[in-house]
């Protein structure tokens, strides 16, 4: 159980462009989402915290009008990297709280890795 | 700000040895704690979590936790060369959906 899948597993594009990444929970209805960035050997950075139906909650320092999340479903959120540059090249994970437990375990993506050019 | 400290490592440890993985945190508030492995290019994996004071074990793996002293440890007894990858530490507060995570510590078990 607990399992989470995100479409794309990579992605190439050109700078300028926009990317839509997909997380779902399979076998679960999620709460909550996250929303993480990790460049290559760093640690997990949160950008996002996305409710079904509400607006995300973003963390300081990420730009909400670059990265768009809808959270539609209690099952499906989607990132979008509006006008993505190469700086923007990264590993994105998603995650998810199940609505039904009663605690804050939270369960990863695979991850899409973005690659700008 | 609240803070998880974590030895980055490397931590080599013998195969079949016991691997002890600890972290630090600086919230006293903080009610959960999470073990997850995330193996190079791959995205986290929950192994352990753990709510309460004292030992909870799972197969290889037994979580520690002493909220007194704000620790909390990852053992792995009879190590193998598939557990090398690096290891994060997250704790959240009661009523506070977000994790705060470690920076990971690598772990390398040697053949």
């Known amino acids: 159980g607990a399992v989470v899948s995100q479409h794309p597993s990579w992605v190439i594009c050109k700078s300028g462009t926009s990317v839509k990444i997909e997380c779902r929970s399979l076998?679960?209805?999620?709460?909550?989402m996250f929303w993480y960035r990790q460049f290559p050997k760093q640690s997990l950075m949160l950008m996002a915290t996305?409710?079904?139906?509400?607006?995300?909650?973003?963390e300081q320092g990420v730009e909400k009008d670059k990265f768009l999340i809808n959270h539609a479903s209690l099952t499906l959120s989607t990132l979008t990297v509006t006008s993505a540059h190469p700086e923007d090249s990264s590993f994105y994970i998603c995650?998810?709280?199940?609505?039904?437990?009663?605690?804050?375990?939270?369960?990863f993506g695979p991850g899409t890795r973005l690659t700008v050019t | 700000q609240k803070e998880v400290e974590q030895n980055s490592g490397p931590l080599s440890v013998p195969e079949g040895a016991i691997a002890s993985l600890n972290c630090t945190y600086s919230?006293?508030?903080?009610?959960?704690f999470f073990w997850y492995r995330q193996y190079s290019g791959k995205s986290p994996e929950l192994i352990m979590s753990?709510?309460?004071?004292g030992d909870k074990e799972d197969g290889r793996f037994t979580a520690q936790l002493n909220k007194a002293s704000q620790y909390v440890s990852l053992l792995i007894r009879d190590s193998q060369p598939s557990d090398s990858a690096t290891y994060l530490c997250?704790?959240?507060?009661?009523?506070?959906?977000?994790?705060?995570f470690g920076t990971g510590t690598r772990l390398t078990i040697i053949p």
């Open positions: 753990i709510y309460s004071n």
């Open positions: 996305s409710n079904e139906g509400s607006k995300a909650t973003y």
């Open positions: 997250a704790v959240n507060d009661f009523g506070n959906e977000k994790l705060t």
């Open positions: 076998d679960f209805q999620a709460t909550t």
């Open positions: 919230d006293r508030g903080s009610q959960s």
């Open positions: 995650s998810a709280r199940d609505l039904a437990g009663a605690t804050y375990e939270q369960y």
